[in-house]
């Protein structure tokens, strides 16, 4: 089970990576801004997890006042990060915001064995080491990020942090065994964020309300990613499921290549000077660093 959750892990993180570049070819085709991108794909989530609920509840599900910490973090907390991540990228560029969220390794690290009690051996520690050095490599190649973009990025780390480690308790405490209890967790999480980010989307206009059908790659996107790094989540631990994010680097990289081989438009357009191979040596480095994780 243990390297099937490697490998859902792994996937996971090149879903991540496609949804980032979506995300850029959407904006493009719609017109819509962050803000409509993130309510829309998120609704869209939200009304398919409903779905998930109603087909996948059962009696043994545990009542969901027992489960409110739990899902205060998965869910709050989630959209707290979002909302912290989008405040960065106002105040300085993609290239320089994104690859911090790396940093989230190291964070986990410490909060889980400061508050947790979960000791992590010494070639784990290298391993995140690696992981949270080479995102701040990745993210200098681009120049320094501005110091009020990197507040707001903090604040992002902390709260996907803490999310995880809440989607980790909810699905110990949601009491369905196997995959029907981590689907039932995606579920309950993404039918919560999509309630939550409702009332933002009344403040939107009649005309962005007619392209919310064109979020759908979004939705499934991220919805196909989180189901892989839920099942993550439930047999390694928060830890070890991020080292294995820290693999979508790499991955973005490879698929920045082949939409670029197959002719496929990129709104940031994949240059091979020096900034690119920069980028390329820490997300390799990232890569090292989640096989000695593995190794550890």
Same mark, same amino acid.
Request: glycine residues 12%.
């Given at each position: 089970?243990?390297?099937?959750?490697?490998?859902?892990?792994?996937?996971?993180?090149?879903?991540?990576?496609?949804?980032?570049?979506?995300?850029?070819?959407?904006?493009?085709?719609?017109?819509?801004?962050?803000?409509?991108?993130?309510?829309?794909?998120?609704?869209?989530?939200?009304? *398919?997890?409903?779905?998930?609920?109603?087909?996948?509840?059962?009696?043994?599900?545990?009542?969901?006042?027992?489960?409110?910490?739990?899902?205060?973090?998965?869910?709050?907390?989630?959209?707290?990060?979002?909302?912290?991540?989008?405040?960065?990228?106002r105040h300085d560029?993609?290239? &320089?915001?994104?690859?911090? *969220?790396?940093?989230?390794? #190291?964070?986990?690290?410490?909060?889980?064995?400061?508050?947790?009690?979960?000791?992590?051996?010494?070639?784990?520690?290298?391993?995140?080491?690696?992981?949270?050095?080479?995102?701040?490599?990745?993210?200098?190649?681009? %120049?320094?990020?501005?110091?009020?973009?990197?507040?707001?990025?903090?604040?992002?780390?902390?709260?996907?942090?803490?999310?995880?480690?809440?989607?980790?308790?909810?699905?110990?405490?949601?009491?369905?065994?196997?995959? &029907?209890?981590?689907?039932?967790a995606v579920s #309950? #999480?993404?039918?919560?964020?999509?309630? #939550?980010?409702?009332?933002? %989307?009344?403040?939107?206009g009649r005309a962005?309300?007619?392209?919310?059908? %064109?979020?759908?790659?979004?939705?499934?996107?991220?919805?196909?990613?989180?189901?892989?790094?839920?099942?993550?989540?439930?047999?390694?631990?928060?830890?070890?499921?991020?080292?294995?994010?820290?693999? &979508?680097?790499?991955?973005?990289?490879?698929?920045?290549?082949?939409?670029?081989?197959?002719?496929?438009?990129?709104?940031?357009?994949?240059? &091979?000077?020096?900034?690119?191979?920069?980028?390329?040596?820490?997300?390799?480095?990232?890569?090292?660093?989640?096989?000695?994780?593995?190794?550890?």
């Open positions: 089970m243990a390297a099937i959750a490697v490998i859902c892990g792994l996937l996971g993180a090149l879903g991540q990576a496609l949804y980032y570049f979506l995300a850029a070819q959407v904006r493009l085709s719609t017109g819509l801004g962050s803000r409509a991108l993130l309510v829309f794909s998120h609704l869209l989530m939200g009304l *398919l997890s409903a779905i998930g609920v109603m087909v996948l509840w059962t009696p043994e599900m545990a009542p969901l006042l027992t489960l409110l910490g739990p899902l205060a973090a998965a869910s709050g907390c989630y959209l707290l990060g979002q909302a912290a991540l989008f405040s960065a990228l560029v993609a290239s &320089r915001v994104s690859p911090l *969220l790396g940093l989230k390794v #190291v964070s986990l690290a410490v909060i889980t064995t400061l508050f947790a009690g979960e000791l992590l051996g010494r070639l784990e520690w290298l391993g995140v080491a690696i992981c949270g050095i080479a995102a701040i490599a990745m993210s200098l190649a681009g %120049g320094a990020i501005r110091s009020r973009a990197l507040g707001w990025l903090m604040l992002a780390v902390l709260g996907y942090s803490v999310s995880d480690l809440g989607v980790v308790a909810l699905m110990h405490d949601i009491g369905v065994e196997g995959l &029907r209890g981590i689907m039932l #309950v #999480v993404y039918c919560l964020n999509g309630l #939550v980010v409702l009332p933002v %989307g009344f403040s939107l962005d309300w007619r392209r919310v059908l %064109g979020t759908w790659p979004l939705a499934v996107s991220w919805m196909g990613s989180m189901v892989l790094l839920f099942v993550t989540f439930n047999e390694l631990g928060a830890v070890h499921a991020n080292i294995l994010q820290s693999a &979508r680097g790499i991955l973005s990289i490879a698929v920045a290549l082949v939409m670029t081989r197959l002719g496929i438009g990129l709104t940031d357009a994949l240059s &091979r000077g020096r900034l690119f191979y920069q980028r390329l040596a820490c997300a390799t480095a990232m890569a090292v660093g989640i096989i000695i994780f593995q190794l550890g």
